[in-house]
């Protein structure tokens, strides 16, 4: 069953001008109190667009000529609103509500969201809209939210009674007035005349009457249709804001091998502009030579870190470009910033010396772009109780969100909470060695060990600390292991560890192994 939940935001207006507003924080408190009315500008004169809390006690309505507003009450305050704004809110808040669905549709000050199939992952329908109305309670907005299996019951439920609505589309929507239907002013004027108020009323009179009475943009037969689904109605969702990108035409063909190299300094500029507008960094460029033959060459590098220095992203492309093959000619070139991340301005330090990410970073670009991706890689931690998976090898430029995700460098190389900083050896092995130990009880401390035919009499002993199995990706058989940290009489010290325990029922006596040396 398609499913569609419709926010509505009924306090846009003030909320967000309650936000904008430059005034003291102790004011700002008490803004809902104040009786504020937003006004824009109508045919005879401003016309009330949102007020507060306070000024509709008042008796301040929108859609009121201000004039008779103050006739009523003259305490009000009115402020020119800003429509556009709100509107470009709305649309920021479309890209913002992803998070929910693949499918969003700004709806006026509201959206409406394809869910079909994917409520589950927020726990249900039910948490989902809990979640929408948490997250939009965080960034101060109110928001009112429905769900059902249409989308012209859903704006109609959530602007009048927001609940979930499954398949009794028809009963819910029954107690509504028409108006919920979005018909124009005149068309409900006429059902109120005709005893039509409700959605239940007009459900009642056979549609071919309706359809004769109401035509064309009047059509109250379609609205209902598509209220109770016998019409579809799809979603358009909101475009996505194209990434920066740069275009240079050119007059003639150009067929000189720096043809790609020359159009890339003209390129880069008005590309870097954008990037500083947009407050982005860009992490995946792409220069794209169009041949006069219908053909399109492509350099494409990536950085290790958000950027928008000119020097460095042509340093970076300008051998890519030199190595475009002009063929027949280029008669255009653009530059693309394909991945970018937000990039504000910042400082580097006050007083003491640049931390050197940044050049860092400047490095392993260059290195990247000369030696291939494969050859420059970086330590990528992994979530994992074992030392020998808990740590492995990305590229140092990633050529994906995911991968940089799964490298964050907050992720411990041991997951295991007994594992501190340490206990962990300076190196570690790439597989565990074999050791044959000598110990006082089965499940007592080590005394002696021998590794690579050599004997190691045990001066000093710490542990255990034991790992459990990872019972989610290993098989039922796996033995847990409990590690030591040991010192032998030439002060050398090793992490060594026991497999299984006598009597575990998973195999037959404990097996040994080397695992770390210390330094």
Known sequence: MKRVASIWLPGLAIERWAKASDLPPEASVEKNSWPVVLTVEGTHGPIIH????????????????????????????????????????????ARWAGRWSPLVEVDGEGLRLDISGVAHLFGGEREMARDIRKRF?????????????????????AHHAPCICGEDVEAKLAPLHVSSLQ????????LERLGLKTIGALTS???????????????VVDALARALGCKPEPLTAAPAEPPPRTLLKLEEPATHPAAASQALERLIPPLVRELERRRLGARRLSLMGY??????????VATAIPSREPKHLQRLLIDKAAALDPEFGFDAFALTADWTEDLGAAQDSLVEEPSGEAELARLVDRLTVKLGAR???????????????????????????????????????F?????????????????PEAIDVIYATPEGMPRRFMWRRAVHDIARVEGPERIAPEWWRQPSTTRLRDYYRVEDGQGRRYWIYREGLIGDGRGGAPNWFIHGLFG
């Open 50 to 93: 949102a007020v507060t809390k306070a000024a509709a006690e008042r008796g301040a309505r929108p859609g009121v000529r201000l004039t008779d507003a103050r006739a009523l009450d003259p305490a009000l305050v009115p402020l020119p609103a800003n429509p556009e704004g709100d509107a470009a809110m709305v649309e920021q808040l």
């Open 137 to 157: 309670a965080g960034i101060g907005l109110t928001a009112r939210i429905a769900i059902a299996p249409t989308a012209a019951a859903a704006w109609a439920l």
């Open 183 to 190: 018909l124009d002013p005149d068309t409900v004027r006429t």
């Open 205 to 219: 009179v056979p549609r071919l009457a309706l359809a004769r009475r109401f035509r064309g943009a009047e059509n």
């Open 291 to 300: 041949r006069v033959d219908g053909s399109v060459g492509v350099a494409s």
């Open 375 to 413: 050859a420059v890689r970086k330590p990528q931690p992994e979530e994992s109780h074992l030392p020998e998976r808990a740590s492995g090898w990305v590229a140092a430029v990633s050529s994906s969100r995911g991968a940089q995700r799964r490298g964050d460098p907050s992720l411990d190389c």
């Open 415 to 431: 997951a295991s909470l007994a594992m501190t900083e340490r206990t962990k050896p300076q190196r570690l092995l790439d597989r």
